[in-house]
């Protein structure tokens, strides 16, 4: 890696919010593990994925408690970093780096590549999250946001742990950890893979005249159980319409039309796009609801009543 590349490298990032400037003994290797991510070696035009968790913080005795997964871990030896990255895909196996050079993978009992995934990863680890996932994307989990490499910038997506208090306090929004998990699924499962959507968690009485049911009943798949998200979200990305959860946070409707009543279309502005427009006039006419609403580019935004709660963009 030439002296330039990675001065550009650390200039991105720290334009993005993420500060690599040497000034802590880890930056050196993280920015070595983003600089392969970035660009790996092709062999025969496949191009690698690869996962580095840098300088863990937690004790290795914590890491299965905080991850749910059962963790092999067998040490590098005396081979050097780029040799020892050959045997880390990102998903299933990890290179763990630390500034002292005792370096080991971490292997998993099942894979563990989702950005969901890395966040766990980069909590429970106390560490610093690179990653370039199968589909080429690149992405990098530290402190307080998730970093994507889009092939031309970077994206930066604040946490919903740092933003999440904000909505929770207004009162009237239900119960806190479905409104938390709905904003971790919109984010790192929806937004993280630019799947558009809404979602409209009906937190009392929902007020059914507002909208149109246009699809049949879909399965009650509940945002508390890893296994429903993954269906839940292969579903969103293929229909249009909102997605309607009820105050357990149990799927009851998909595809809905929103129909905003005159006195929203009046005293509504318009907000981002139609999307965003259609779920901020919604939680107008419906003020029980909490209307979480996802850009095909990444940004989550959350409305009730009428205003915007929270957004995990800048406004």
Do not use: K
Request: hydrophobic content about 40%; glycine content about 10%.
């Amino acid at each position: 890696m030439t002296s330039g590349r990675r001065r550009r490298l650390v200039e991105e990032l720290a334009e993005a919010g993420l500060d690599l400037d040497g000034s802590a003994p880890w930056h050196d290797l993280a920015v070595d593990e983003l600089d392969y991510a970035l660009r790996p070696p092709v062999h025969e035009r496949r191009v690698p994925s690869v996962g580095a968790l840098v300088d863990p913080a937690a004790p290795p005795d914590d890491w299965a408690a905080g991850t749910g997964l059962m963790i092999e871990r067998r040490p590098v030896g005396e081979r050097s970093s780029a040799s020892a990255r050959r045997y880390a895909d990102g998903m299933s196996s990890w290179l763990v780096r630390r500034v002292d050079g005792d370096d080991e993978w971490a292997i998993f009992d099942r894979p563990a590549g989702s950005e969901r995934d890395l966040v766990v990863l980069a909590e429970a680890f106390g560490a610093t999250a690179v990653q370039r996932h199968p589909s080429g994307v690149v992405r990098v989990v530290h402190d307080d946001a998730v970093l994507r490499w889009d092939g031309r910038w970077w994206h930066r997506e604040p946490l919903v742990r740092t933003w999440i208090d904000t909505v929770g306090a207004c009162s009237g929004g239900g119960d806190p950890d479905v409104l938390r998990r709905l904003a971790e699924f919109a984010v790192h499962d929806l937004g993280a893979r630019g799947i558009g959507a809404t979602l409209v968690y009906e937190s009392g009485t929902s007020v059914q005249a507002t909208f149109e049911e246009r699809l049949p009943m879909p399965p009650p798949l509940d945002v508390h159980q890893p296994f429903d998200l993954a269906p839940l979200r292969h579903v969103l990305a293929q229909i249009d319409g909102a997605t309607v959860f009820d105050s357990a946070g149990v799927l009851r409707l998909i595809g809905v039309r929103l129909v905003p009543s005159a006195e929203a279309e009046a005293g509504v502005d318009g907000h981002r796009g139609m999307r965003h427009t259609a779920g901020r006039r919604y939680s107008f006419d419906d003020p029980t609801a909490t209307v979480i609403v996802v850009s095909e580019d990444g940004p989550v935004t959350i409305y009730r009543a009428g205003e915007v709660l929270g957004s995990s963009a800048p406004t």
